[in-house]
């Protein structure tokens, strides 16, 4: 039998077996699941370079994080629902990245979140959450950008949160100290 932790290369894949095929199965035994690759690169990128096993959900900070710790997406989505003890539904990598790993379990959506952060916090704290870093006081574009996003999300005619109008002046009082 081969030593999986041993190969190191697609080539040394290739010369540790006949055909794919072979591989596919002898893989399968080794690592006791289903191995299903189309090509000797999927084959080692999905089998055989170590994958970090996600225990929890806050292992995942990115798409790209998520998309390389699962072989697809049924796989990403049996091992998230067993993690958040739950049944998950999604029909693509980004419905499950955001409806299931950035999901947030203090408030019901991202606006309400904003707005607790800009009307219930201060000073080091406030810009923490809220992702602010000192590249937004030197950088009028980076400024800018930000406090669109967020004029999109917060603002009155637009948002219905009670503390939508008392955000938005904090936002403007924030974003005045940056420019």
């Not at 039998?1 to 894949?13: G, T």
């Not at 690169?41 to 970090?52: G, Q, R, T």
């Not at 629902?81 to 693509?92: E, F, G, P, Y």
């Not at 006081?137 to 999109?152: P, R």
């Amino acid at each position: 039998m081969v030593d999986i932790n041993k190969i190191d290369s697609v080539e040394v894949l290739k010369k540790s077996f006949g055909s794919l095929k072979e591989a596919k199965i002898e893989i399968a035994k080794i690592l006791n699941k289903k191995v299903t690759a189309n090509s000797w690169n999927n084959l080692y990128e999905n089998y055989i370079v170590a994958k970090e096993e996600i225990t929890d959900i806050n292992m995942i900070n990115s798409i790209e994080k998520l998309k390389k710790s699962f072989i697809n997406l049924k796989e990403a989505k049996e091992k998230i629902a067993r993690i958040l003890n739950r049944k998950v539904t999604a029909s693509s990598w980004q419905v499950l990245y955001d409806k299931y790993v950035t999901e947030d379990l203090y408030f019901k959506d991202k606006i309400s979140k904003y707005i607790f952060f800009l009307v219930e916090l201060e000073g080091k704290q406030q810009l923490e959450f809220l992702g602010i870093t000192y590249d937004y006081y030197c950088d009028k574009k980076i400024a800018e950008k930000w406090h669109k996003e967020m004029v999109k999300l917060i603002h009155p005619d637009r948002c219905k949160h009670p503390r939508a109008t008392e955000a938005m002046q904090a936002l403007e009082k924030l974003y005045k100290g940056m420019i």
